[in-house]
């Protein structure tokens, strides 16, 4: 990391140092963790239901807390997202319910399973796992799709706060988290994928994911690792004191 001014700095990422402005601070930046939840990280949720390995869901989960442990540690701001329907699943679509029963198990979205209905609101299976439980004052939002910009008031939050630059970790690299990223983009935000605190059900998918970012001189945003960041947010809380 390099410092900037008392009130900024910059973390070492690819392809540029970020944020693009040196803006590096709590009035600017905040972390979001994308759909931690218990239907993608753990047996009998949503993501088992369908023949996808855990591993690579449950392997981040200590990098994030991590995380989430030094940013709260140095006062920035975190959000925190969950996909999911309304109980009467009015906000899923036909094509949507039929893709997630495209597996051999035949289950998707709304079926019961051990943690409950799949991926519905209020449902065990929906909650944040309790390794990441948000803190009263970090907002949750509550998405029907793979963007947390979509259908949600989070770029409201957002900019009422300042917030112009998005720490981004959390499951899945290439769906739900990109997703997000590459809106994120379109709307102005400066956009950090952590690398190694996301995943996808398959390596291959995540190496892709991450590499798509990084093209055309960082078409979505940039990518760093969970160590980098906590040496700037290190760094960041000693200039504090």
């Not at 944020?19 to 979001?32: E, K």
């Not at 998707?108 to 009263?136: C, Y």
């Not at 979509?150 to 690299?173: A, E, M, P, S, W």
Request: charged residues 20%; negative net charge; hydrophobic residues 35%.
């Amino acid at each position: 990391m390099h410092r900037n001014s008392p009130g900024t700095s910059v973390i070492e990422a690819q392809p540029y140092p970020w944020p693009h402005d040196s803006s590096f601070n709590p009035q600017t930046s905040a972390l979001i963790i994308i759909d931690m939840q218990k239907d993608f990280c753990c047996h009998g949720g949503y993501l088992d239901s369908q023949g996808i390995s855990l591993e690579p869901t449950q392997s981040v989960i200590a990098p994030i807390r991590t995380l989430l442990h030094t940013f709260r540690k140095a006062s920035f701001p975190v959000y925190h997202t969950r996909e999911g329907h309304r109980a009467d699943l009015s906000t899923l679509s036909s094509r949507e319910l039929l893709r997630s029963r495209n597996n051999p198990s035949g289950r998707g979205i709304g079926d019961e399973g051990l943690l409950g209905r799949h991926l519905v609101r209020g449902e065990p299976g929906h909650d944040i796992i309790p390794e990441l439980t948000p803190l009263s004052s970090e907002p949750v939002i509550d998405k029907p799709g793979r963007s947390a910009f979509l259908h949600t008031d989070l770029k409201l939050l957002l900019d009422n706060r300042g917030i112009r630059n998005l720490v981004i970790c959390g499951v899945t690299t290439d769906v739900c988290v990109t997703s997000t990223m590459r809106d994120g983009n379109d709307m102005g935000l400066d956009c950090l994928l952590v690398s190694d605190a996301t995943a996808a059900g398959e390596a291959s998918l995540h190496k892709a994911a991450v590499e798509t970012v990084c093209g055309e001189g960082g078409i979505f945003g940039a990518v760093s690792n969970v160590q980098t960041i906590i040496t700037a947010l290190e760094s960041w809380i000693g200039r504090q004191e």
